[in-house]
């Protein structure tokens, strides 16, 4: 794993971090042991509680499930881990591989905004066009959506965009920052735009958007995961390069 690898792995990580601590309130949380870093966002989808992998020869498969089962006031919450990929992790089930892309300033090419597309901070009264939005993009349940993404907006460290393509609200996305293990980096999620307003640049307008505000606040890195190859493409042609991803586990 190179020094570049790491520190993306790490800041991951540390997204992933600030994401629990802003929803401890929620039956969620964030905490770090000697062979593992934990998050919960205390919400019932295993792809919302996980944990990244630091050291196998200290990780504690028990005290991290006991760790879980104590979220969301008792109930439990399903969760999964981070392996950085190919590496070796001999507990649960290998589901998929999460690819990784960052980019640092000067190599951060942006793209033009569509002359009809307006993008802006949101705000609480966007939260519902948000989750919809999310909703459509994402293939996700409605309040689940809601769920995930509400506490983001007006958050510290926390920056969401909303893209109109003229009045209607069509494309949104997050940026997470932080300082952290790995520096001042920012994490970029949830890039999602409707299916009607696909294809025309509006996915990449957000990105730069975020990206240009990130490094605007002292971000040195930008990290994200692309989940399909077209996106990756594109991530491309902004400057992002391929890092090494993760392995993801579950039913540990």
Request: aromatic share 10%.
């Amino acid at each position: 794993m190179s020094a570049f690898d790491d520190r993306v792995r790490t800041a991951h990580g540390d997204t992933w971090q600030t994401e629990g601590r802003l929803r401890a309130r929620h039956g969620g949380g964030a905490v770090e042991w000697p062979g593992v870093r934990l998050m919960a966002s205390g919400l019932p989808y295993a792809q919302w509680n996980n944990g990244d992998l630091v050291d196998l020869a200290r990780f504690d498969p028990e005290e991290v499930r006991a760790w879980y089962a104590a979220r969301a006031g008792g109930a439990g919450v399903p969760w999964g881990m981070r392996v950085a990929g190919g590496a070796l992790f001999p507990y649960g089930r290998f589901v998929f591989a999460q690819r990784c892309m960052a980019v640092v300033a000067e190599d951060f090419v942006g793209a033009q905004c569509p002359a009809d597309v307006a993008i802006s901070l949101a705000t609480s009264n966007d939260i519902a066009a948000i989750a919809r939005i999310d909703a459509e993009a994402f293939e996700e349940d409605l309040d689940a959506s809601l769920a995930w993404i509400a506490p983001h907006v007006g958050a510290h460290g926390f920056t969401v965009a909303l893209a109109r393509l003229g009045a209607v609200p069509v494309g949104v996305a997050t940026a997470v920052h932080t300082n952290d293990r790995a520096g001042r980096c920012a994490g970029i999620f949830g890039v999602g735009v409707v299916a009607s307003a696909r294809a025309q640049g509006i996915g990449a307008a957000l990105t730069t958007w975020l990206v240009k505000g990130a490094f605007d606040r002292g971000a040195t890195l930008v990290h994200l995961n692309p989940n399909t190859e077209g996106a990756a493409r594109i991530y491309a042609r902004l400057g992002f390069v391929e890092t090494l991803g993760f392995d993801i586990y579950t039913g540990l």
